[in-house]
């Protein structure tokens, strides 16, 4: 079905199909444009904006929260991870958000625990390349959040913080000074200029 969500009809989608016309979005309000720019890359793949594609990526988040969930519960094998896994199904299941019309909070929520998998992936990992790159996906990732929606910015500012509180053992274990570790923050908000302060210039009508 169509965008029936009152944000998704005259927000979201209408930034989406403006964007497939190859115009700039008029009344942004400063709201970034990643959720509809990949979807007005989905209506330029299919030559017309048939609104049911970007609705059912949205209704896939939830699945994918719970997919991350299980997955670390099991590796972890934590009972109550795994606990988690039902619950969080049934409170999908029984609030509505929006039944799932294209608000992007459920894309923000994601790329959030997705930032925190990446985290608790280089936690686990022993190979020392293998966790440079974990922690440097956790950083795109959590850029990515922010250019997502306003409250992917927590997700942003405090991504650092988690990693470090969660992460000090093995700093030490792979013996990484306090010299890389400020290098890897400054490198985390550099990605964090370069992908989530640019936004495009609203034009008033």
Request: charged share 15%; proline share 4%; with cysteine.
């Amino acid at each position: 079905s169509i965008f029936n969500a009152q944000d998704a009809v005259l927000s979201w989608n209408r930034w989406a199909c403006d964007w497939y016309a190859n115009m700039l979005p008029l009344r942004t309000y400063d709201y970034p444009q990643l959720v509809p720019a990949n979807w007005a890359l989905c209506y330029n793949i299919m030559g017309e904006p048939l609104q049911y594609v970007p609705k059912i990526m949205v209704g896939l988040y939830p699945l994918f929260m719970l997919l991350l969930l299980l997955d670390l519960g099991l590796s972890r094998r934590s009972a109550g991870v795994v606990a988690s896994v039902p619950l969080l199904a049934w409170l999908f299941r029984n609030v509505e958000f929006g039944r799932f019309g294209g608000d992007v909070d459920l894309a923000v929520t994601f790329m959030g625990l997705l930032a925190y998998y990446c985290v608790m992936q280089a936690e686990a990992e022993r190979d020392k390349g293998q966790f440079r790159r974990w922690l440097l996906a956790g950083s795109l990732i959590a850029c990515g959040a922010a250019a997502t929606k306003q409250s992917g910015i927590f997700i942003l500012a405090l991504h650092p913080l988690v990693a470090f509180l969660l992460l000090r053992g093995r700093l030490k274990e792979f013996a990484f000074g306090r010299g890389w570790v400020a290098k890897g923050v400054a490198l985390h908000f550099a990605l964090a200029l370069l992908i989530a302060a640019p936004r495009s210039e609203e034009r008033r009508v």
